[in-house]
């Protein structure tokens, strides 16, 4: 079967772009915390001919003949997100996080009607209700926000609340180091009868270990992408739990219209058998090692980052992710680093922090998490190397600092851009292939 390790040989043009990419994730440091490596089981279910199959509905009652074994791929799917995350009803269909959360909205809210949601530049998704976002346009955004030390302003978010009476609460995030108090959110919706909708996209993976609380006695809606620290394929699923059962019982059946007919067509079968796989995966006590290593891992990321003299948004971390301010050394400076740990084979993403007084373009953050190299086996000698490196690379890029001129910024960054060919940043690209040499996918 064509996969990873055999690219397919009649398109030799993508398979050679495929085997690159490969390599490049190979031979560098993965730490966007929103990405992971899928195991050749998942890879191998996605890449099956499930992909073939129209299948138009729900297992018994589909619009297309042929579904004898989707069906089932998907009914196993459906029960095993059930047990590993103890709730009554899960959609696994939608395609992505962003649909996920859309047919939450397309379910439970009329056009114009008020919802809440984390403001993006405190960490909160675009489906949030960021401005840019479609969800904004629909539907009233009202949003609330983290104090400076990252944690959220509960204050703040009650007294708008109380304002404004939402019909719909997020919690969650996607910058967010500390730990999800969903107990506290649910409180506050509770006091205004909202449906608190729990996004955990990020914690996915830590929750069904664990390693972080979960929201199912809190929430009455949990979406997820599968893709995170789940390790799945790149998908998503929308549970409804007992407490949004007995608020509505017909939540599930209002979730399911939402997908189709709602907004999506022909689920994509082949995603939903990888993404059983990944929940089998999820299930076995080995994950349970895992998702404790993402976090020892963080953890001593972070410490050795401050011990370098890096400024972490709440100063440390609970879970798989950190964002380093760094406002300290100039402000929207992210991009710089990003892009010269780029050079250096080591891949982070430039983030806001709580306050920035620059762009989503060009923040002034880092954002970085461990559960891909955690995938990989690393371990807390080389988190220390690894934060060795982005201090030499962040001593290295101290001059640079973003003009306040949008024209002169785009130059600036053409001339970084041409300055990360230096040998500094090809030699430690050479260190960090060595150390990734030693840790194989
Ligand atoms: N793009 C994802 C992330 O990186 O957090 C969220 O959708």
Redesign the pocket.
């Known amino acids: 079967m064509p996969g990873m390790n055999n690219p397919f040989t009649t398109d030799s043009e993508v398979s050679e772009l495929i085997r690159q990419e490969n390599q490049r994730q190979r031979d560098g440091l993965v730490l ?3 990405e992971n490596y899928a195991s050749q089981a998942v890879l191998e279910a996605l890449g099956s001919p499930l992909n073939n199959k129209y299948a138009e509905g729900y297992p018994g009652k589909r619009y297309y003949s042929g579904n004898e074994f989707v069906d089932q791929v998907e009914t196993l799917a459906q029960d095993r997100a059930k047990n590993l995350f103890g709730v009554p009803y899960v959609n696994v269909q939608p395609y992505s ?2 649909p996920a959360n859309l047919a939450v909205y397309s379910a439970l809210l009329e056009p114009g009607e008020t919802f809440m949601g984390l403001d993006l530049l405190s960490g909160g ?1 675009l489906t949030h209700g960021w401005k840019a976002s479609f969800t904004s346009k629909v539907w009233n955004s009202i949003p609330y926000h983290v104090l400076a030390d990252g944690s959220t302003d509960f204050e703040e978010m009650r007294k708008l609340v109380l304002e404004h009476k939402p019909k719909l609460i997020w919690c969650g995030g ?1 910058a967010l180091p500390r730990t999800v108090e969903f107990e506290k959110f649910a409180e506050i919706a509770d006091e205004v009868g909202a449906y608190l909708v729990a996004d955990i ?2 914690i996915a993976g830590l929750i069904v270990t664990g390693e972080h609380p979960s929201p199912v006695p809190f929430a009455h809606i949990i979406t997820t ?1 599968t893709h995170k620290t789940l390790r799945g394929p790149r998908g998503a699923m929308i549970m409804v739990t007992e407490k949004g059962l007995s608020k509505d019982p017909e939540l599930g059946e209002k979730i399911d219209k939402a997908i189709i007919p709602g907004l999506q067509g022909g689920p994509h079968m082949n995603a939903v058998a990888a993404i059983a796989v990944a929940l089998h995966e999820a299930a076995q006590p080995e994950f349970k090692d895992y998702a404790k290593n993402i976090v020892n891992n963080a953890k001593v990321l972070a410490q050795a980052l401050t011990k370098h003299g890096f400024e972490l948004v709440s100063g440390g971390t609970d879970n798989h992710l950190i964002l380093i301010d760094l406002t300290p050394t100039g402000v929207g400076r992210g991009t710089f680093l990003h892009l010269a740990l780029e050079a250096c084979g080591i891949y982070a ?1 430039k983030n806001t922090v709580p306050g920035d007084k620059s762009t989503p373009f060009y923040p002034s953050g880092l954002r970085l998490g461990t559960p891909a190299i955690t995938t990989r086996g690393m371990g807390e000698v080389e988190m220390k190397k690894i934060a060795r490196w982005i201090k030499q690379v962040a001593d290295h890029i101290q001059a640079a600092q973003l003009p306040d001129n949008i024209v002169a910024r785009l130059k600036a960054l053409n001339e970084f851009k041409d300055s990360l060919k230096d040998k500094f940043y090809s030699d430690i690209k050479a260190e960090v292939k060595k150390l990734c040499d030693g840790f194989p996918v």
């Open positions: 966007i915390p929103s996080g962003s998704h996607t996209s990020h992408t993403n």
